[in-house]
Structures are given as structure tokens and as C-alpha cells.
């Protein structure tokens, strides 16, 4: 029996049941983990962090490009849309002195004109002919009262000899009289030619369009 004994109460000795102190001991450290770890997941925000919407690999909206420029300082222009009526401050109808057919349209319409434009041109040729027969009429009209004069001078050199009778020299006196009334026709009809050929070119008489 103290041979069995012996060896039974050594290794209760050795390995039995723990003392007091390592118990309290063992309670420190645990609690010392516990705080150090509340510490740590305080730090860390109590959670994972989340990942912002629109991400690299997030399914957001794509990001804005931006362009910077410098700044500018200028007008801006302002319009407006609407329904109005435009009434001219000048209205003119143009109209023809001559009548014929017009060979020349010189503007567009709608086209911005000045005072004294050309729009029309009338055919001139009617009146170019009636020019030139002035003209030929003037021409003849001077050869005559040409002529007409020399024989008033000679019939006054005859009638101051008694040879010419005073009736034919009176006479050859209205002949020249008469026939320096026909060139002033022929001068008037000249200039009314010219004018109508001037009429045959119609201009703005106002700017506008």
C-alpha cells in the first residue's frame, strides 16, 4: 500500500488544481485583450468602409469632362422671336416716263439700294432715232438760215441801189426770221430727244430696299 501511495499524491501535487492568484492573473489579461481590441475597432470606425457610388468599378454616372477657359468680357446679342408687321418709314412707287419694253433689270429683289441706283433701263433706241432726226433737222435748218442771210444782205445792197424792190428784201427778211425759229425748234426737239433718253434709265429715288 505506501508503495501504490507514493507516486499518486506527487503528481497530485504537481498537476492539481490551480491556486487563486494565476485565476486572478489569467482574468487581467483577458480583460486587457478585450480593451485593446475595443480600442481597434473603434479606430477603424466600428465597420468596413464603403465604396463611393460611381467608382472605378461602381455603377454611377460617368464623370463630367471639364474644360477651363479665360474669361471674356464682350456683348451678348439678344433675340427675340415673334409675329410683327414692318411698315417703312419712306415709300415710293417707281414708275416709267416713257413707254417701251424694259431690256435691263438691275437689281434683286430685296436687295439694299442707294439714292440714285440704277433699277430699269427702257429700251432707248425709239428715242435715239428721234434724237438723231433733231439732230439732222437743226443741221439742215442752220445751212438755210445761212444761206437766207447772205441773200438779206445782198438784197439790201440792191434795194439801197433802187435796183431791188423794199417787198422782195421784207421778204427775204421774214424768210431769215423764219427760218432762225425753226433751229430753235430743231434745239428744243434736240433737248426733249435727250430727255426722254434719260428717262430711259430709272433710278432709286430713295435708299432703302
Sequence with gaps: MIETTEPVRARA???GVPTAGKSR???LVTGGLLVLGGVWWASRGGAAPKSPPGGARGSGSPAVPVVAVPAERRDLPVYLDGLGTITAFNTVTVKTRVDGQIVQVAFREGQEVKKGDLLLVVDPRPFEVLLAQAQASLARDQAQLADARLNLERD???AAQGILPQQQMDS???LVQQLEAATQVDQAQIENARLQ???CRITAPVGGR
Design 25 to 27: 492573473t489569467g482574468l
Design 156 to 158: 439790201k445792197d440792191l
Design 172 to 174: 427775204q427778211r421774214a
Design 197 to 199: 433718253l434719260a428717262y
Design 13 to 15: 501535487s504537481r498537476g
